[in-house]
């Protein structure tokens, strides 16, 4: 429940950004840290307990799965190993990606939330 609620957050975030800039093309956002503070901090506080940051709640529950995982099959937690590295790494490259560098040209139209 808890990582289908942070999920459901960060995708929301997300849909804040294709609703004002109409693309969801990765490369077509950067700089968005000049453009949108604290929408970028909120997006780094739910990227980060979305992938089970220790002292978020996602991380409670990603260790006990986990931990049910390898007890159930071996096999199954090394997988889910595999996924644990994978996916945050991908989603700290995405919240590289969008939030720093120089200000994108392909963002025509700049709606600041300070």
Same mark, same amino acid.
């Given at each position: 429940? !808890? *990582?289908?609620?942070?999920?459901?957050? *960060? !995708?929301? $975030? !997300?849909?804040?950004?294709?609703?004002?800039y109409?693309?969801?093309?990765?490369?077509?956002?950067?700089?968005? @840290?000049?453009?949108?503070?604290?929408? *970028? &901090?909120? /997006?780094?506080?739910?990227?980060?307990?979305?992938?089970? @940051?220790?002292?978020?709640?996602?991380? &409670?529950?990603?260790?006990?799965?986990?931990?049910?995982?390898?007890? #159930? !099959?071996?096999? @199954?937690? &090394?997988?889910?190993?595999?996924?644990? &590295?994978?996916?945050?790494?991908?989603s $700290?490259? /995405?919240? +590289?990606?969008?939030?720093?560098?120089?200000?994108?040209? +392909? #963002?025509? *139209?700049?709606?600041? #939330?300070?």
């Amino acid at each position: 429940m !808890n *990582t289908a609620t942070l999920a459901i957050f *960060t !995708n929301d $975030l !997300n849909g804040i950004l294709y609703d004002r800039y109409h693309t969801r093309t990765i490369k077509y956002y950067r700089g968005l @840290v000049l453009i949108m503070p604290k929408f *970028t &901090v909120f /997006f780094l506080i739910f990227t980060l307990a979305n992938i089970a @940051v220790p002292g978020t709640s996602g991380f &409670v529950c990603e260790f006990l799965t986990f931990l049910s995982a390898f007890n #159930l !099959n071996p096999f @199954v937690g &090394v997988i889910s190993s595999i996924a644990i &590295v994978l996916a945050p790494a991908y989603s $700290l490259w /995405f919240f +590289h990606k969008i939030s720093y560098g120089s200000i994108s040209p +392909h #963002l025509t *139209t700049l709606w600041f #939330l300070s």
